[in-house]
């Protein structure tokens, strides 16, 4: 092993603080997330801390299932399709926002044509895709209308939170969130932690934990210690080597990919031959078995997940080659380059020594590299900066929609997302797999895109990840498919 990857595993060591534990009511309970949200406005960023919160207070016409069956929420029943650009969805009746305000068709059209004004610039548009706007057919049935066939709104309407229109008007909805969730805002202390109460008046009943409190801990280190010290009940991205030392910990396979996504038209990332020399720079088994202990495995190649549709079984991990790696450099003319990589600490998994051990091995074949660790509303701000791009952007895409076009819309589509390329015949054909709604030929439609993102490494697939939790002895909880920390789904011990 390398003294670089030594240094970077040393660090990934974590010592814990002291924390002094506090009264704990027996159904108040404390969840330890990786940052704060930037915003609690359920619509315009593509913040997971925002999501950690919002999933509870907000709620969406179609859910899914811990296991990721999508079932109806606030849909009465499954959508039905009316035409190539049409579907229709029939609403529950008797449900109000938390403040009061009816649930009905006008909040739903509300709610559509808000996350998709482009004065608003939601940074979620790359789980929205298609659609293009809603009507109101009358006070319990509404259309969503699409600018292209598209086989998975279902699956994009599992994602879009409704808001109340009149607080969403003169309200900071930013700060004051309010749903028709089983959990009401209660208050946020910025720097510091946010509480939600149960919702006694939700249709399903009052769930079982009374008080959720979310602190914001980056490191690691203080969440374990949180922990042990009985202070927290759940954290997240327990660090694999401290499975057996906290009360209870609980995996399962998630549906985030890490990725490096390059810039094809930074002068540092341009040519495809430094492209796929950064891969194959990268001793990816070495990481994931130092590193993450057989919770995380190497990437096959591609950034679409293997659960979703679209996935390219053809393609294999990039090699490690350091030696070819120095020869496509030399070739290039890039010996010596320095590579600017955006990332940030905390909000993922071992993220940072993640990100250090790719500097190093960079290092290795001869290049200069310029880590930048932001805090994670600065790195989401330079993220979906669509004026100056990284020539690299440390990132975990996630994949609730179990369909490629997720990973497409966000990293590769020209234009949107975090995309970091300008190139209109990628753009061009991704559009067309979205709006394709023969199976076979939009898998053939996949194949083609994904293979030529492999040739070309329009970026640096790394990791399949599992999600990791520890929690408390008297915590009672099975994790989601999806990654959601949703609370009614919790309950303590007597």
Partial sequence: MNDTFRRVLAAAVFSAGSLTAGAVLAQSITIAIGSEPSTLDPQLRDDGGERQVNDNIYETLLARTPTGELVPS???????????????????????????????????????????????????????????????????????????????????????????????????????????????????????????????????????????????????????????AGEFDVIVNLPPEFTATVPKFAAVRGIETSTIILSTDNEATRDPRVRQALNIAIDRKAIADNLFLGYAEVAKGQLIHPNAFGFNKSIEAYPYDPDRARQLLAEAGAEGSTIELLGESGRWLKDREVIEAVAGYWTEIGLKVDVQIEEFS?????????????????????????????????????????????????????????????????????????????????????????????????????????????????????
């Fill in 378 to 494: 600065r790195y989401l701000d330079r993220l979906f900066d669509m004026k100056v791009r990284p020539d690299a952007y440390f990132v975990l895409n996630s994949n609730e929609l179990f369909d490629a076009d997720r990973e497409m819309s966000f990293a590769y589509e020209a234009g949107a997302g975090g995309a970091s390329n300008s190139e209109k015949e990628l753009a061009e054909t991704i559009r067309a797999a979205r709006t394709e709604t023969d199976l076979e030929e939009r898998s053939t439609l996949y194949d083609k895109l994904t293979a030529k993102l492999h040739e070309e490494a329009f970026d640096v697939p790394l990791f399949n990840h599992q999600d990791i939790y520890g929690m408390s002895a008297r915590m009672e909880w099975q994790p989601r498919v999806d990654g959601k920390l949703i609370v009614k789904e919790m309950s303590v011990a007597e």
């Fill in 74 to 228: 606030l849909a009465a029943e499954m959508p039905k399709q009316i035409d190539d650009l049409t579907w229709e969805f029939t609403l529950r009746e008797g449900v109000t926002f938390h403040n009061g305000e009816p649930f009905n068709a006008d909040a739903v059209v509300y709610s559509v044509k808000r996350v998709v004004a482009p004065e608003n610039a939601s940074e979620q548009m790359a789980y929205l895709g298609t659609i293009a706007g809603a009507e109101k057919v009358d006070d319990y049935k509404v259309r969503i209308t699409t600018s292209g066939p598209d086989p998975i709104l279902p699956s994009r309407m599992y994602w879009m939170k409704i808001v109340p229109p009149k607080h969403a008007e003169e309200a900071d909805l930013a700060a004051q969130p309010v749903g028709t969730g089983p959990y009401k805002f209660v208050s946020w202390n910025r720097g510091s932690d946010i509480t939600l109460e149960a919702n006694a008046d939700h249709r399903d009943g009052a769930p079982d934990v009374e008080q959720v409190t979310y602190r914001f801990v980056t490191e690691p280190g203080t969440r374990l210690s949180g922990l042990m």
